[in-house]
C-alpha cells in the first residue's frame, strides 16, 4: 500500500467517477484502475461497488477512506514540516439546505481563513444529496433540518451511512410572504387560510417526497404549485407575486430589506435545524472553525431580533 494509491481513492471518492478521477489525476483511467484493483487485493476489501450506473462507495470502503484521509494528511503535514515545501492544498466541502446562515458562515471562513491555498465547496442541493455527499465523503459537512414527519427516514439514513446528527437551533414553521401582500397584517397564519395562494418549494429530485421536501410543511391541500432550484428565484418569486413558501423563520433582512416578511404558522410543530458529519472521521480544524462560525452566527441572529436569515 502506497501514499499514491491512497491519494488516487481519496480522488476517486471525491469525483465519484473514475473517469474524471483518472482525468484530474493526469493519468488513464486503465492505470488508475488497476491501481485501485492492486490495493484492494492486498487489503482484502472492495473499496469501490462498480455497477452499469458507475461507481459507489462500499461500507468496508466508508471506513478505509476515513483512515486514508488521516494519513494522507498527517503524511502531508511531515512533508511541508520537513522539506520546506508549501503546504498542500487544503480542501473543505460544505452541502445545505438553501439557508443562507451557511453561506453567511462560509464566506466568514473564507475571510478569516490564513491559508495561501486552498479549495473550498459550497453546495446548496437536495436533501438526499446532502446526506449522500456527507456519506460519500464528498462533503465534509451537511445542514438540514430533522422534525417528526421526516426524522425516522433520515435517522435511518445517517445509521447505515455512520453519519451524526447535531442541532444547531429549534424553530417553528413560519410563512414568508411579500410585505404588502394581502395576508401580511396577521399576527400568524394557519395553513388554510394560505393555501388558496402559490406555494413555492424547492425541487428535490429524483427523491421528491414529504421526507425531503426543505420546506417546513406538515400537511395542507396545495392547488397551485411552484417549483424552483435556488434561493435568488425563489426571492423574486415571493417579492414578485402574492406566493408563499415555509421555512424556519430566519430571514436574511440584508438580501431582501423589509420586502419578505415571516409570520408564524398557527399550531406548527417543532423542527431542528443542525448539521451531519461522519462519525469515523474526526473534524478537521477548518471544519471544526465552520461548526463554530454557525454556532456563532445562530446565537448571534436569535440574540438580536432586528437580525434574520433565511
Not at 450506473?53 to 503524511?75: C, H, K, N, P, T
Not at 444547531?168 to 395562494?197: A, C, K, M, Q, W
Request: charged share 20%; net charge negative.
Amino acid at each position: 500500500m502506497t501514499l499514491q494509491q491512497l491519494r488516487y481513492a481519496i480522488e476517486i471518492a471525491s469525483c465519484g467517477s473514475m473517469s474524471e478521477a483518472a482525468k484530474r489525476l493526469f493519468i488513464s483511467q486503465p492505470s488508475l484502475s488497476n491501481a485501485i484493483k492492486e490495493l484492494e487485493n492486498e487489503l482484502g476489501i472492495s473499496i469501490f461497488e462498480r455497477t452499469n450506473r458507475g461507481i459507489s462507495i462500499s461500507v468496508e470502503g466508508m471506513e478505509f477512506l476515513g483512515y486514508a484521509r488521516q494519513m494522507i494528511e498527517q503524511a502531508d503535514f511531515i512533508e511541508n514540516r520537513y522539506s520546506g515545501k508549501q503546504h498542500s492544498k487544503i480542501r473543505f466541502a460544505v452541502s445545505t439546505q438553501h439557508y443562507a446562515f451557511a453561506v453567511d458562515a462560509f464566506v466568514r471562513l473564507t475571510k478569516q481563513s490564513e491559508l495561501s491555498d486552498y479549495s473550498f465547496h459550497l453546495r446548496e442541493t437536495q436533501t438526499y444529496e446532502i446526506v449522500d455527499d456527507v456519506r460519500t465523503l464528498r462533503s465534509d459537512v451537511g445542514i438540514l433540518y430533522m422534525s417528526e414527519r421526516n426524522s425516522k427516514v433520515l435517522n435511518k439514513l445517517f445509521s447505515d451511512g455512520s453519519l451524526k446528527f447535531t442541532p444547531l437551533f429549534n424553530t417553528h414553521p413560519h410563512v414568508f410572504i411579500r410585505d404588502g401582500h394581502p395576508l401580511s397584517g396577521r399576527e400568524s397564519i394557519s395553513l388554510n387560510e394560505i393555501s388558496s395562494y402559490p406555494f413555492i418549494s424547492f425541487e428535490q429530485g429524483d427523491n421528491n417526497s414529504l421526507h425531503f421536501a426543505e420546506e417546513m410543511l406538515s400537511a395542507a391541500r396545495i392547488d397551485k404549485s411552484i417549483k424552483v432550484n435556488d434561493r435568488a428565484t425563489l426571492s423574486n418569486l415571493l417579492t414578485g407575486t402574492d406566493a408563499y413558501t415555509i421555512g424556519t423563520g430566519l430571514l436574511a433582512s440584508e438580501l431582501n430589506g423589509s420586502a419578505v416578511i415571516a409570520l408564524p404558522v398557527e399550531n406548527g410543530e417543532m423542527f431542528t435545524v443542525g448539521w451531519i458529519a461522519h462519525k469515523e472521521r474526526r473534524p478537521s480544524q477548518i471544519a471544526a472553525a465552520y461548526i463554530e462560525l454557525l454556532n456563532d452566527l445562530v446565537s448571534g441572529y436569535f440574540f438580536n431580533t432586528n437580525h434574520f436569515l433565511l
